[in-house]
């Protein structure tokens, strides 16, 4: 993080447009709190991404919620139509750049930083917006290791980063949130708690669609008993009849990450103030 840092302030002077990605699913969580002062004084937009995965009414509420703060925003996801939606918008960004450009009678081609968490979509974005293959994308954090910058048109260069975690995950929840969406990587997690977790919060959030996808004759089950009931539920046994954890592991948290449970928003956006105290109903 503090090299990732280092390398952003040395770019930040450099471009005229920070392009701020975080997870439709996981909208607050997946922003990083630090960047905020690292990039204020700069021009920024942020994109809601994989907004494929995520509840389409949820993620019209926390761009509300993002507008009332002043933040430019859109849902993205890595569509045609999305990605023609987020060039006229990264245009329209940079309008004030572009005028200057032409009132000194040049071409002034737009520079814009592309940063966000790991595994967000920074670089299937740029691949998006250029038309084809020019970043190296992998569904793992941690793929893109170095800046670079790409020409993705004539009037646009973008930076591609590597995805920034914050170093102190206090928030225990979020983090383990993050971790569900692959935002970090699997190894620094025991997979049999994160999973465990993911089936509590997916029983909390799609129950029934829950217990029937896994056959759960027990939904009320709770820590490991809960990873047992999908494997005697999806028939996850080894030679002899013993349970394969590891197994159901690997499939529910593939499956939720595949968007396979359906579009599922795990945060909602904040209400507006109430006129006594505050609102916050995040789940
Ligand atoms: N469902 C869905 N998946 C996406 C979308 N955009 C990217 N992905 C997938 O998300 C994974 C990560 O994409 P990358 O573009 O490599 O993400 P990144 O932010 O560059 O990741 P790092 O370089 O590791 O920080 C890949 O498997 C992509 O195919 C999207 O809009 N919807
Ligand atoms: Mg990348």
Redesign the pocket.
Known sequence: MAKAKRLLQTQLSKVDLVIE?CDARLPLSSRNPALNAMVSHKRRILLL?????AETGKTQAWLSYFKKQGIDCMA????PG?TKQARAFIEQAARAVIERGERRGMNKVIRAMVI????????????RLYGGSV??????????KSNRWVKVSSFLEVL????MLWPKLNDQKAATRLAYI?TIRDAVYNQEELCVNLLEDLLTLRREETIQRYKIKNPDAEGYALLEEVCRGRGFLMKGGVLDTERACSVVLDEFR??KVGKLTLETAPKEEAPHGTTSEDQ
């Open positions: 990605l991404c994989k907004a494929d995965l993205y996801d890595a569509t999305r966000g968490v790991p595994n967000v979509g920074k670089s299937t974005f740029i691949n970043a190296e994308t992998g569904d793992r954090p941690g793929v893109t591609d980063t590597p995805g692959g595949a968007g």
